[in-house]
């Protein structure tokens, strides 16, 4: 299977959503709140880090689950002004 390369928007999301999560996290360690929210403690790095900008929805519901956000506080803060806008 041949992924499509993803745009720069589809990075910055990403970007965001790790920072988004990395505040969330705040003391807590990351294999704390990986096993919270049901994922391995690598799958919450890869998108802290931005190496996975695209997480499956569930993934992200059930961090936002663990770290006590809401899906819609999360996709506020990781869409981009103009996205918002339109």
């Known amino acids: 299977m041949v992924r499509t390369p993803l745009t ?13 999560l ?7 360690s990351m294999a704390e709140v990986a096993a ?6 690598e799958t919450l790095r890869k998108i802290e880090t931005g190496r996975a900008p695209t997480p499956a ?6 961090l ?4 006590g ?5 999360i996709a ?3 869409t981009p002004v103009a996205e ?3």
């Open 8 to 20: 720069p928007e589809e990075r910055e999301r990403g970007e965001r959503l790790g920072r988004l």
């Open 22 to 28: 990395r505040e969330a996290r705040a003391g807590r």
């Open 36 to 41: 919270s929210a049901g994922i391995s403690a």
């Open 57 to 62: 929805f569930f993934t992200v519901a059930a």
């Open 64 to 67: 936002a689950q663990a770290l």
């Open 69 to 73: 956000l809401s899906m819609d506080e």
């Open 76 to 78: 506020g803060r990781c």
């Open 84 to 86: 918002a806008a339109a």
